[in-house]
């Protein structure tokens, strides 16, 4: 299987009450593991993410399930777990491309003659990352190649990577002023691009498959469940069931078209662009249908004694066919 997974906080900041995370198998588009942990069950809320995902790969190994890919954030936490603990196992685990970007180029450079490359930056991470057969030491040499391309040299003799595959750039297609060799600018970007940890980070980028998925199923857990408002444990857990059915039931809608059966799209103006554009695809409408607390359940997926009634955490985890015995007790 080849699985995405990313933690998400039911409230801003450092004291999150609960912690949820989600896998995803990008193959299917499919959510295939919810789970929530309070924050008293660990030291402190920082060591959630770990736990969670410990708790979603268990029921993986408790049934000979083997996972060949893993794509997760750069938490060193997880990291070193799925090093040590997966690794043996033949998982091959990789850092998302957008969380690299994000967490290192943009934040880190604080330089103003850096202004106008951050999105070449961070295509370049991207293109860096596009190695089908994810080869580290041709994704070191590409990325290792920025430092000299801001500079106008394009010739990097490095065995992988000798020089750029653009053509000449003039007119129209340059539209950034060249850094000049030793300006503050130029080692500046050269500081930031080439510590030696996210060197190493950049080693391990996925070539393939990214958490875009996780983060779209976060963002559908909003119209569940709110930040803003405080849930119960049992109301937390099951609202994040219902999104996932949800989600499950659209994530793969075909493509909307206009009655000459030509494929919609529309222009989108996303906030982290902050005023920039996009095209995307329009989808099909939402389909909304009966909740599946209320669908009728095989009782022998519930446990002796249970109602979907009396208990509706249990009977939205048996429509998902998340096994009994992980689910959680209901709480105050």
């Given at each position: 299987m080849m699985l995405s997974g990313d933690c998400r906080s039911d409230s801003l900041g450092h004291c999150s009450k609960y912690g949820s995370y989600t896998i995803i198998e990008e193959r299917l588009n499919k959510v295939i593991d919810v789970q929530l942990v309070q924050s008293s069950?660990?030291?402190n809320s920082s060591w959630c993410e770990l736990e969670r995902l410990?708790?979603?790969?268990?029921?993986?190994?408790?049934n000979d399930m083997s996972v060949d890919v893993l794509v997760t954030?750069?938490?060193?936490?997880?990291?070193?777990?799925?090093?040590e603990q997966l690794g043996p196992q033949g998982t091959r685990h990789f850092y998302d491309v957008w969380h690299c970007?994000?967490?290192?180029?943009?934040?880190?450079?604080?330089?103003?003659?850096?202004?106008?490359?951050?999105?070449?930056?961070?295509?370049?991470?991207?293109?860096?990352a596009s190695t089908p057969d994810a080869n580290p030491h041709l994704m070191e040499a590409k990325w290792k190649s920025l430092v000299n391309h801001a500079q106008d040299i394009h010739k990097h003799g490095t065995q992988g990577f000798p020089s750029c595959l653009h053509p000449p750039l003039v007119g129209q297609d340059r539209n950034k002023q060249w850094l000049v060799?030793?300006?503050?600018?130029?080692?500046?970007?050269?500081?930031?691009?080439?510590?030696?940890?996210?060197v190493k980070d950049v080693r391990q980028l996925s070539p393939q498959h990214q958490t875009h998925s996780v983060e779209a199923f976060h963002s559908l857990i909003l119209k569940f469940a709110p930040k803003h408002t405080g849930f119960s444990y049992l109301g937390m857990y099951t609202k994040l069931l219902l999104a996932a059915l949800?989600?499950?039931?659209?994530?793969?809608?075909?493509?909307?078209r206009t009655k000459a059966g030509?494929?919609?799209?529309?222009?989108?103006?996303?906030?982290?662009?902050?005023?920039?554009?996009?095209?995307?695809?329009?989808?099909?409408?939402l389909t909304?249908?009966?909740?599946?607390?209320?669908?009728?359940?095989?009782?022998?997926?519930?446990?002796?004694?249970?109602?979907?009634?009396?208990?509706?955490?249990?009977?939205?985890?048996?429509?998902?066919?998340?096994?009994?015995?992980?689910?959680p007790s209901p709480r105050a």
């Open positions: 069950e660990v030291p410990k708790r979603s790969i268990r029921p993986f190994s408790d954030d750069r938490n060193r936490q997880v990291a070193k777990w799925v090093r970007g994000k967490g290192n180029i943009l934040i880190q450079s604080g330089c103003e003659d850096l202004v106008l490359w951050r999105q070449s930056i961070v295509n370049h991470l991207w293109t860096a060799p030793g300006s503050g600018a130029a080692v500046k970007l050269e500081q930031v691009a080439c510590q030696p940890m996210f949800h989600y499950n039931s659209n994530g793969n809608r075909d493509m909307a030509v494929d919609r799209y529309a222009a989108r103006y996303p906030r982290f662009k902050k005023g920039g554009w996009s095209v995307q695809p329009v989808k099909d409408k909304y249908g009966k909740s599946p607390v209320t669908a009728p359940v095989p009782p022998l997926l519930l446990p002796a004694g249970s109602s979907p009634e009396r208990e509706p955490h249990l009977a939205a985890a048996a429509v998902l066919r998340l096994p009994i015995s992980n689910q």
